[in-house]
C-alpha cells in the first residue's frame, strides 16, 4: 500500500474502543462478535460494524493463525543483512521477488543506517539447513554482494503495533 498523507490521518479516527477491538483480535482472531461485543462493552450489531469499518478501510488486513515454530522444527532464526552490487530498481526488484518466493524467509525489509541495503529473518531447522539456504540460495541471487548474518538468541517480544 502506498503510503500517503491521507492513509495517516486515518489513524485519528480510531478511538479506544477500535483499539480495544483490534489489541483482542490480535490476542484471539476466532473470537465471537458476541464475545468482542461483551468485552468492549458494546452490543453485537455495532461492534460487528466497528469491526467491519476496521476492515474496510484497510486497518484489518487479515486473520492469521500463529504457530509454535519450536514444534514446527524451525527452532533457530537468523538476521541476514545483504548488499546489493547495484543499486538500481530492476536489480532491487528482482531480489524482492527471489527473496519472498523462499518459504524460509519471514520478513524482509529495505533498511537505512547501516551500509546493507535488506534485512531478512528467517527461520531453518539448524546450521545445516542455514548453510544450505545461504551457500545454495540467498548467494546464488544475481546481485547479492555481501551478507552478514546474527544470530537470534531469544525473542523476547513480538507484536503488532495498536
Do not use: W
Not at 467491519?52 to 492469521?64: A, C, N, P, V
Not at 525489509?109 to 539448524?126: A, M, N, P, Q
Amino acid at each position: 500500500m502506498q503510503h500517503t498523507h491521507s492513509n495517516y490521518l486515518l489513524a485519528a479516527d480510531i478511538d479506544d474502543t477500535d483499539k480495544r477491538l483490534l489489541r483482542l483480535l490480535q490476542t484471539d482472531a476466532r473470537m465471537s462478535i458476541t464475545e468482542l461485543a461483551e468485552r468492549v462493552n458494546l452490543s453485537a450489531t455495532p461492534c460487528a460494524r466497528r469491526v467491519k469499518r476496521l476492515e474496510d478501510r484497510g486497518i484489518i488486513t487479515g486473520y492469521h493463525t500463529q504457530t509454535d515454530v519450536q514444534k514446527l522444527g524451525y527452532p533457530l532464526a537468523v538476521f541476514i543483512a545483504i548488499s546489493m552490487d547495484r543499486h538500481t530498481a530492476d536489480r532491487f526488484e528482482q531480489f524482492e521477488r527471489k527473496v519472498k518466493s523462499f518459504d524460509e524467509v519471514i520478513s524482509c525489509s529495505i533498511v537505512t543506517g547501516r551500509t546493507e541495503d535488506y534485512l531478512i529473518k528467517v527461520r531453518v531447522r539448524d546450521m545445516a539447513h542455514y548453510e544450505e539456504f545461504l551457500l545454495h540460495r540467498l548467494n546464488r541471487i544475481e546481485g547479492v554482494a555481501q551478507v552478514h548474518t546474527s544470530f537470534e538468541l531469544r525473542e523476547v517480544f513480538s507484536r503488532s503495533m495498536v
